[in-house]
């Protein structure tokens, strides 16, 4: 995916490591790191199934292996407000920096609307359920879709979890919700 943004070639300046962990607002071709989340022809603020009736958008975090990655892409390009942005980063050597990728998804996973975690039989979910957790901890509603055994059955009893059977499921739900706080506000 490109981005609108005019490209400008930097000279090479040799930098100290700590320079490389920092959270980056422009990407070596002084780019804004985040223009990606925002698709082409796909505004975040244009899914009117998502509007919340308080002004802001809706914003979907997606948490699951890296394989999984294009299942993500496909959604965000049908117009579904996805902002993760490790799915655009996911194969290998891809990041530039993992340090800032993990700062990244905690971060996007704590101040999404809805989070969806995904599994399949035989998937070892690390990362994600650190995003996971993120998104619990502010009271952000989970839904977790398939099995596997990295989830423990203690989360099926927190109050944001919501268990779903396929994608299709969960982005229903979500939907739903939508609606709801649409007519409360």
Known sequence: MECDVPVARARSVKKS???????????????????????????????????????RPAQIFVASRTRHAAKWRSLREAGWPIISTWIDEAGPEESRSLRNLALRCIQEAASCSYFILYCEVGDQLKGALLECGAALANSIPVYSVGTCQSISRIFEHHPCWHSCVSIDEALEQIEYSAEILRDVT
């Open 17 to 55: 490591r700590t320079d490389d962990d920092q959270f980056r607002l422009f990407d070596a071709n002084l780019r804004p790191t985040f223009c990606f989340q925002e698709p082409k022809g796909f505004p975040l603020i244009s899914y009117p199934r998502l509007d919340r009736g308080d002004g």
